[in-house]
Each structure stands twice: as structure tokens, then as C-alpha cells.
């Protein structure tokens, strides 16, 4: 897992949450994160077999109101 203090668009930046609490974060379930995941609207990186969602990534999905 790489990170990077700049806003480079290829690096995930800490914090880094599980796809279970990135689900609580939104009130979703762990199947809409990974789809999420999967259609690039929100970002993470698999680090020895398990998935980190960028905390930064679901605030910004969060705050655009896409998931209603």
C-alpha cells in the first residue's frame, strides 16, 4: 500500500477504512461498497488480501449526494 503526501491521483491517501465500516460510513451494505469500488466512484487498495476504502473518497461520494 502506497501513499503520498500530494494530491497525486494515482496514490491512496490515509485514513483508510474496511469495506465494512466504509458500509456504515454511507448506511449501505458491503455489496453497494464494493460496487463502488469496482465502478471507480470511490477509491481503496488491497493490501495482503484485504480491501482499505479511502476515507477521503466516501466523504467526497457522500457529499455529492450520488447515493440516495
Aim: aromatic share 8%.
Amino acid at each position: 500500500m502506497q501513499t503520498k503526501s500530494s494530491d497525486d491521483a494515482e496514490y491512496i491517501h490515509h485514513p483508510l477504512l474496511t469495506v465494512s465500516d466504509a458500509a456504515r460510513f454511507l448506511g449501505v451494505g458491503k455489496q453497494i461498497v464494493y460496487q463502488l469500488i469496482e465502478s471507480d466512484q470511490i477509491r481503496a487498495v488491497k493490501d495482503k488480501g484485504k480491501i482499505w476504502v479511502e476515507y477521503k473518497s466516501l466523504e467526497a461520494f457522500r457529499a455529492s449526494g450520488r447515493l440516495t
